[in-house]
């Protein structure tokens, strides 16, 4: 009996320390953060008043929080215990690169997230079964063909519609174009996948923003959105 008393007192203890896990694929942009977030362990988790302004000081610029009422709580995962919480669709986070989560009006508005090295061209294809076909596709043509680098043969063997070799006649030599940025635009989200040939790997960095969270200013990062080089034609 005093056995079985032990047992379930472990049990229970077991499971009092035991997180909940989250697939941010699921997440819905629509709903209450707290569905997603309780009972997860972050690395930081701050609270920030305001949106961000420029601060011109002569010739030099900077931002600035300005509080006009708007409330943010961010979350940081870093680490293997904390990052070993989420996935995406089934997809490790990366570790050291980890994963940030805004919540802006009770929902999640931001999400930073990067996948480990070896599943970049894994996270493009769930999310073009997810929610379609890119918005966009943005290209990085500044690279020059290398026969021996891993990152080239792995983008031109799993994204060949995109990945092409070119010629430049003038200097008789070939450059590579691939796919640096991928867009969504969906239902007032903004979905947006980075890659980077290293030449080892193809590096990866998932954004998703809200609408609202990026015409407020109210993400580092973005929070210029009226000269960002990319996603600036998707709130006008």
């Known amino acids: ?24 694929s699921t997440v819905d942009y629509n709903q209450d953060a707290g569905t997603y977030l309780d009972g997860l362990s972050s690395s930081s988790k701050t609270e920030q008043k305001g949106h961000y302004e420029a601060d011109l000081k002569g010739e030099d610029a900077s931002f600035k929080l300005v509080d006009k009422g708007e409330k943010l709580t961010n979350y940081v995962f870093m680490g293997e215990k904390n990052t070993a919480q ?24 931001f999400m930073r997230m990067h996948v480990k090295n070896d599943q970049s061209i894994a996270l493009f294809e769930t999310l073009k079964k997810k929610i379609g076909e890119p918005t966009d596709v943005v290209y990085n043509e500044g ?16 994204l060949p519609k995109y990945t092409k070799k070119v010629k430049d006649d003038m200097l008789d030599e070939y450059y590579v174009t691939y796919p640096e940025n991928f867009v969504w635009d969906k239902n007032d989200v903004i979905y947006q996948l980075t890659l980077s040939a290293t030449g080892n790997y193809v590096d990866n960095q998932l ?4 609408k609202k969270a990026f015409k407020d200013k109210v993400i580092m990062g973005y929070h210029n959105p009226a000269q960002d080089p990319i996603l600036s034609k998707y709130i006008k």
Do not use: P
């Not at 047992?7 to 035991?18: E, R, V």
């Not at 954004?207 to 809200?210: F, P, R, Y």
């Open 143 to 158: 690279n020059n063909f290398d026969e021996n680098d891993k990152s080239q043969k792995l983008l031109f063997d799993k």
């Open 86 to 109: 989420l996935n995406y669709a089934g997809l490790a986070i990366n570790d050291v690169m980890g994963t940030a989560l805004s919540v802006y009006d009770n929902k999640i508005a």
């Open 1 to 24: 009996m005093k056995n079985k008393i032990l047992i379930a007192l472990n049990l229970l203890l077991f499971m009092s320390c035991t997180t909940n896990s989250l697939d941010l």
């Open 207 to 210: 954004v998703v923003i809200s």
